[in-house]
């Protein structure tokens, strides 16, 4: 489970790195230290929907089940701090002042990576924990199925 949690990290940090070759702002010490920010927004959402699948497979769900529950009750608070945060913060890049130029490169990460981060925790998580569960064996039992040859009548 953790290394489910850590793999999505370099996925989000594509997104803020797309925001800046989109917006043509390079990246600058600031972008850098909004980089960590964004890691731990994207750590923090992908932690609560892991616990959640979790806590609906030891209420005796399978994987999928589970994936489908936990995932509708995660949308909605993943969707709303995604677009408050985004909302917030899209002001800056219109901004022309002075100050507010310096630290566009972070708003710029932030926004674009947040951008992205829907979709990793939604689909992303939820499909490498399901490749967990197959590789460690604890998916669901394969039957094995007896196939019948036809033989045709002369």
């Keep these: 489970t953790p290394m489910v949690v850590m793999s999505i ?3 989000g940090l594509i997104g803020a ?4 070759w989109v917006l043509g702002y390079r990246l600058n010490m600031l ?3 909004a980089l960590l920010g964004l890691s731990g927004v994207i ?11 979790k806590r609906r497979i030891g209420e005796g769900l399978d994987l999928r089940g589970a994936v489908i529950i936990g995932a509708r009750e ?4 993943v969707i709303l701090t995604t677009l408050t945060t985004i909302g917030g913060l899209t002001p800056l890049l219109f901004e022309r002042s002075v100050q507010a130029q310096l630290i566009q490169p972070l708003a710029v990460t932030l926004i674009f990576g947040l951008l992205f981060s829907p979709l990793l925790i939604l689909f992303f998580v939820p499909s ?7 590789i460690r064996g604890l998916g669901r039992k394969v039957v094995p199925v007896t196939v019948v040859a036809k033989t045709s009548a002369p």
């Design 128 to 134: 490498l924990l399901g490749v967990g569960t197959d």
């Design 31 to 33: 972008s850098l230290m």
């Design 17 to 20: 790195f797309v925001g800046h």
């Design 74 to 77: 995660r949308l909605r608070p």
């Design 43 to 53: 750590i923090n959402d992908a932690i609560i929907i892991v616990s959640s699948i």
């Design 9 to 11: 990290v370099p996925f």
